[in-house]
């Protein structure tokens, strides 16, 4: 499913459609997915009149939410279309920031193995189980901006019907 998952991504109609409709700010911020497999994904964000701050930089809360969308388009991946539905919650976020953000800043995620593990383990015991994925942050001369840890909380869905 994930192969599907990645159509949907790729797609630059229904991938700008999802940003407008669930998230529009990081469409607005023009925070895009340039990179993703069942491994690694990398999201992108610019530095622009949507995204700056008054100190000539990308503002923290883009480069956040660039972030966590390489973490949480990679455990999407994972839980696109699964039966039993997963659900995905983020529970806690840090953040940690090297250097001003001033041009194209990429994230990137390489925990896809262990958020689809943690998933499966989920499904498996029926538990809300958690998993902190990594995403580090570099610029166009590969000097590390920011790096963040995103924990995320996985749950096998229940149905809410009766079933006898």
């Given amino acids: 499913m994930f192969e599907k998952f990645v159509k949907v991504i790729h797609s630059p109609?229904?991938?700008r459609l999802f940003l407008i409709t669930k998230l529009p700010s990081a469409y607005f911020s023009g925070v895009r997915v340039k990179y993703i497999d069942p491994e690694k994904c990398t999201v992108t964000v610019p530095f622009k009149w949507f995204s700056k701050?008054?100190?000539r930089s990308t503002y923290f809360a883009c480069?956040?939410?660039?972030?966590?969308?390489?973490?949480?388009?990679?455990?999407?991946?994972h839980t696109y279309k699964l039966d039993p539905p997963v659900s995905m919650l983020?529970?806690?976020?840090?953040?940690?920031?090297f250097k001003k953000a001033?041009?194209?800043t990429a994230f990137t995620c390489?925990?896809?193995g262990k958020l689809n593990a943690i998933i499966q383990e989920a499904i498996t015991t029926g538990e809300s189980i958690?998993?902190?994925?990594s995403s580090v942050g570099k610029n166009k001369d590969d000097e590390t901006v920011a790096e963040f840890l995103i924990t995320w909380s996985?749950?096998?869905?229940?149905?809410?019907?009766?079933?006898?």
């Fill in 102 to 104: 001033t041009g194209v």
């Fill in 63 to 77: 480069l956040s939410m660039a972030a966590e969308m390489s973490t949480g388009v990679l455990a999407m991946g």
């Fill in 154 to 164: 996985f749950r096998m869905k229940t149905s809410s019907r009766f079933n006898p």
């Fill in 110 to 112: 390489n925990d896809g």
């Fill in 53 to 55: 701050n008054p100190f």
């Fill in 13 to 15: 109609i229904l991938f």
């Fill in 90 to 97: 983020v529970t806690k976020v840090t953040g940690e920031f």
């Fill in 130 to 133: 958690s998993q902190v994925a």
